[in-house]
């Protein structure tokens, strides 16, 4: 019996503590296939107070934990190998709705969605909108700093954060709270939005609530090459227009969306479409609709068309946001990978990319915030072959390497995790890799708030002592 069960289930209620291998299995993934790490046990805290206990019994126990939202991250970051899991999905209260000053509070489970569904009566909503928006929550939010298609024009989640309660894996409280303009001091919530889980759990989050636009225009441009896709993405930035979203999905996606229950009505004939989407107050807002059309054309589109209504509109975007889930159909497996180029180079590294699948024989599928050069190759395959997974691994490898080549980055917005972790010393010198691990430290001196993830192991060695790292 793990002597960790009893003084966590007087805290939360034995029903909550979860430590059954085959309870567990469903806890041994995220949204990213291939990596399998069976937690300790899960532990479930129903609110603040639980969950403040729950790191300090944690604590004076000396364990290490990771938090866990949805599970719907995309590089293994919630995954626990060997130690507790802190699942958060029962604290899904929104606290507080502040209709004037434009701001919710709300618990670390709330499903993204569910906070945009409670603000509609008051004319807002939560803008970041990740693909995941009806399952992630706010709290994995906020670790991962997650984007989504109208982030481009509204900003990711640090942009929304305005104040969050954290407790530290020491068991200290801490409310962090967004610099106004005339503060000075360290931006300590700045320094935890993106932090992973490492630094450790945010009990409630205070986020901005944005106006709903008087009007938007949704329109679906296609092209017969992927280039001219990518030179319209260019050139519309450059024309000085900011779309609320400007999104590129390839033949390939489109065929999975068009054979899915997600079918949205893309042509399936084209090499590329782009869903771009206009919005804001109503003056000069056609102007932009019409260069947006004149510059698809100029880049070779054959159609460009708006959507009718708001249900046309809803059907555009459902094909674009449950295209991963579309991909389910091509293969038992999906590898969705991350990473940023400079959008004036989309071009090229699609081109590279194709080549670099059809070498390891695999498909590369893309869809992704072409605005803001924040790239998803992803290959379909079966894990269950281990040649085919190797393949993938080795184009993995490669689709990296080639970004940061060409002056990109290797994740916009799923996190570094478990997976980018190989790749971390291909971008940072070891300087910046032990300023990490210094900044980490402060947080979390004894090192047991997602260990072994973000920073490679060996660039903090003296944390291959740390509890449940694996190196
Ligand atoms: C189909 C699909 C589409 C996606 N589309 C997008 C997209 O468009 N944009 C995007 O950015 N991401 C996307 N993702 C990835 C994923 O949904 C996001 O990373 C999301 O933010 C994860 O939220 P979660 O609640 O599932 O967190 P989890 O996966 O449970 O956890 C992610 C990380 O957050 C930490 N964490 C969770 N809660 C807390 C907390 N309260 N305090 C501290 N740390 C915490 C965990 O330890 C872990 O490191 C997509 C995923 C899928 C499956």
Redesign the pocket.
């Known amino acids: 019996m793990d002597p960790l069960i009893a003084p966590l289930g007087r805290i939360v209620g034995a029903k909550y503590v979860i430590a059954r291998p085959s309870e567990l299995i469903v806890y041994e993934n ?2 990213l296939p291939g990596y399998h790490k069976r937690p300790r046990l899960l532990v479930s805290p129903a609110n603040r107070d639980e969950a403040i206990a729950v790191v300090r019994a944690l604590a004076a126990a000396g364990a290490a934990f ?9 590089s293994g ?2 995954l626990a190998d060997g130690i507790v899991m802190v699942g ?1 999905q029962r604290m899904r209260r929104i606290i507080a709705i502040d209709e004037l000053a434009r701001t919710a509070t709300v618990e ?1 489970g709330v499903v993204n969605a569910n906070l945009t569904r409670a603000a509609a009566p008051f004319g807002l909503h939560y803008a970041p ?4 928006q009806t ?3 706010i ?6 700093n ?4 109208h982030c481009l024009k509204y900003g990711v989640t640090l942009n929304h954060v305005v104040a969050a309660t ?1 407790v530290l894996p020491e068991g200290e409280v801490m409310r962090l709270e967004a610099p106004r303009d005339d503060e000075v001091g360290i931006d300590l919530l700045g320094t935890f939005v993106g932090s ?2 490492c630094f ?4 409630d989050v205070t986020v901005k609530l944005t106006p709903n636009p008087a009007r938007i225009y949704t329109m679906l441009a296609d092209f017969m090459t992927v280039d001219g896709a990518a030179e319209a993405v260019s050139t519309i930035i450059a024309a000085g227009i900011v779309p609320a979203a400007l999104e590129l999905i390839d033949a390939g996606t489109i065929a999975a969306v068009e054979a899915s229950i997600y079918a949205a009505g893309y042509p399936t004939d084209v090499a590329a479409a782009l869903i771009i989407e206009v919005d804001g107050p109503l003056a000069g807002l056609d102007d932009d609709v019409d260069a947006v059309d004149r510059i698809c054309r100029a880049a070779g589109a054959r159609t460009v068309r708006v959507a009718n209504d708001p249900a046309d509109r809803a059907r555009l975007w459902q094909g674009r946001k449950k295209a ?2 579309a991909m389910g159909r091509v293969a038992p497996n999906l590898c ?1 990978q991350d990473a940023v180029v400079p959008r004036t180079k989309l071009a090229p590294v699609l081109r590279a990319i194709a080549a670099i699948g059809a070498r390891h024989r695999l498909h590369v599928c893309n869809v992704f ?1 072409a605005g803001d050069g924040n790239l998803h190759p992803n290959i379909p395959y079966n894990a269950d072959d281990a040649d085919e997974s190797e393949r993938v691994h080795l184009a993995c490898d490669e689709i990296m390497a080639l970004c940061i080549a060409e002056g990109g980055t290797l994740t916009g ?3 570094v ?1 478990l997976d980018k972790l190989k790749y971390m010393d291909q971008l940072f010198t070891p300087d910046s890799l032990d300023a990490m691990c210094r900044l980490r430290d402060a947080f979390d001196p004894a090192r047991r708030a ?1 260990p072994g ?1 973000v920073v490679p192991v060996h660039r903090c060695r003296e944390w291959l002592a740390a509890p449940g790292v694996n190196a």
């Open positions: 995220d949204g990771v938090a866990r939202g949805a599970g719907t991250g995309l970051g919630s958060l670390p909108d990740p693909s995941s399952a992630c929550t709290g994995g939010n906020v670790a991962e997650a984007g989504g298609p954290i992973e889980g450790g759990i945010a009990v991963f889930g969705v915030h917005e799923h996190g995790g997602n993830k």
